[in-house]
């Protein structure tokens, strides 16, 4: 059992009445390479990751089910757009 205490990353806090909704897509094969640069906590049913490469970056969001994980991703986009959507994320101003 994880404590909240002992976790090392952050979680994302619940949704803002007025939140934006997010695009989200199964995962898009051109970025296959990319890195996760930051993460949310695994203790959570639902993970997201922000994921950079080539100069791009998007969000991952994993569903972690008892049958399996399912995976999806938002478009690439610049990664300071992709930044501002992640923070967006974090403070509940995104879903």
Same mark, same amino acid.
């Given at each position: 059992?994880i404590? &909240?205490?002992e976790? &090392?990353?952050?979680h994302v806090v619940m $949704?803002?009445r007025d939140? +934006?909704?997010?695009d #989200? =897509?199964?995962p %898009? $094969?051109? &970025?296959? =390479?990319a890195r996760?640069?930051a #993460?949310?906590?695994?203790?959570?049913a639902t993970? %997201?990751e922000?994921c950079?490469?080539?100069g =791009? !970056?998007?969000?991952?969001?994993? +569903?972690?089910?008892?049958?399996?994980?399912?995976i999806q991703?938002t &478009? $690439?986009?610049?990664i300071n757009? !992709?930044?501002? +959507? #992640?923070?967006a994320?974090?403070?509940?101003?995104a879903r």
């Amino acid at each position: 059992m994880i404590l &909240l205490d002992e976790c &090392l990353s952050p979680h994302v806090v619940m $949704p803002q009445r007025d939140h +934006i909704r997010l695009d #989200w =897509r199964e995962p %898009y $094969p051109t &970025l296959e =390479r990319a890195r996760s640069v930051a #993460w949310t906590c695994w203790c959570r049913a639902t993970v %997201y990751e922000l994921c950079e490469g080539g100069g =791009r !970056a998007f969000v991952r969001r994993t +569903i972690q089910l008892d049958s399996g994980h399912r995976i999806q991703e938002t &478009l $690439p986009r610049p990664i300071n757009e !992709a930044r501002v +959507i #992640w923070t967006a994320l974090l403070s509940g101003s995104a879903r």
